[in-house]
C-alpha cells in the first residue's frame, strides 16, 4: 500500500526558506501518470493547492506562490521536496504531501502532514 | 484564480440526506469534470470521497454521491450517520493548469 511520509523543520523565522520532503514507499515514485503534490493548510483556514511534479520533473505551480516555490524530484530516493522562500507568518500552515493524477485533483494519498510555524 | 464558493456549514438528522454545494466558473467547474470532494475529520489528512465528479474511489460508503450542472458541482450524502461529521472540501482543475480547493463547509449532524 502506498504511504507518504513528509517531514522538515516546524519552526521557521521570517525571511527564512521553508524546506520540506516527502518519502514516497510502498510504490515507485515514478509510476506512469502519478503526479506528486503539496498542499496546505493554515490552522482553521482551507486547503490550498501548492505545486505538483512528475517524475520526469514537469512541474505545476500555483501562480500565488510561483515566484517563492521551487518543487524538486529525486527518483533515486523516491522522494519529492519543497522549497519556498522569504516566509511570514502568512505561510504558517499544516503541510501536506499527496499523490494525484494531474490534471485531475484526485489527491488519493496523503501524507500525515507537517506544522510548520514562522515566527520571529 | 479564486477559491470554488462552499456553504461555511450545513447541518442534519442521522438517516436524512443532505447536499453541498460548491460553485465555481466557466474555466474550472463548468469546463472540466476534473471535480473531486474531501472528507476532513479534526487533526487528520484529507480523505478521497469522490473523483471526476461522481466516481466514488473503493472503500468510500455508496451514501455519498457527486454531480455537476453548470458551473455547480454538488456532493450529497444520504443516511447521515454520526461519523460523517467532518469538514467537506470541493476541488476543480482549472485552466492555465491551476487546481482550486473551495472554502469548506463543516457538517453537523444534530
Known amino acids: 500500500q502506498l504511504q507518504l511520509q513528509d517531514s522538515g523543520p516546524g519552526l521557521l523565522k521570517p525571511s527564512e526558506t521553508l524546506s520540506l520532503t516527502c518519502t514516497v514507499s510502498?510504490?515507485?515514485?515514478?509510476?506512469?501518470?502519478?503526479?506528486w503534490g503539496w498542499i496546505r493548510q493554515p490552522p482553521g483556514r482551507a486547503l490550498e493547492w501548492i505545486g505538483s511534479?512528475?517524475?520526469?520533473?514537469?512541474?505545476y505551480y500555483n501562480p500565488s506562490l510561483k515566484s517563492r516555490l521551487t518543487i524538486s524530484v529525486d527518483t533515486s530516493k523516491n522522494q519529492f521536496s519543497l522549497k519556498l522562500s522569504s516566509v511570514t507568518a502568512a505561510d504558517t500552515a499544516v503541510y501536506y504531501c499527496a499523490r494525484h493524477y494531474f490534471p485531475n485533483c484526485d489527491f488519493d494519498s496523503w501524507g500525515q502532514g507537517t506544522l510548520v510555524t514562522v515566527s520571529s | 484564480q479564486s477559491a470554488l464558493t462552499q456553504p461555511a456549514s450545513v447541518s442534519g438528522s442521522p438517516g436524512q440526506s443532505i447536499t453541498i454545494s460548491c460553485s465555481g466558473g466557466g474555466s474550472d467547474i463548468g469546463a472540466y469534470n476534473y471535480v473531486s470532494w474531501y472528507q476532513q475529520h479534526p487533526g487528520k489528512a484529507p480523505k478521497l470521497m469522490i473523483s471526476d465528479v461522481s466516481n466514488r474511489p473503493s472503500g468510500v460508503s455508496n451514501r455519498f454521491s457527486g454531480s455537476k450542472s453548470g458551473n455547480t458541482a454538488s456532493l450529497t450524502i444520504s443516511g447521515l450517520q454520526a461519523e460523517d461529521e467532518a469538514d467537506y472540501y470541493c476541488s476543480s482543475y482549472s485552466t492555465s493548469n491551476t487546481l482550486l480547493f473551495g472554502g469548506g463547509t463543516k457538517l453537523t449532524i444534530l
Open positions: 510502498g510504490g515507485s515514485i515514478t509510476t506512469s501518470q502519478n503526479y
Open positions: 511534479i512528475y517524475y520526469s520533473e514537469n512541474t
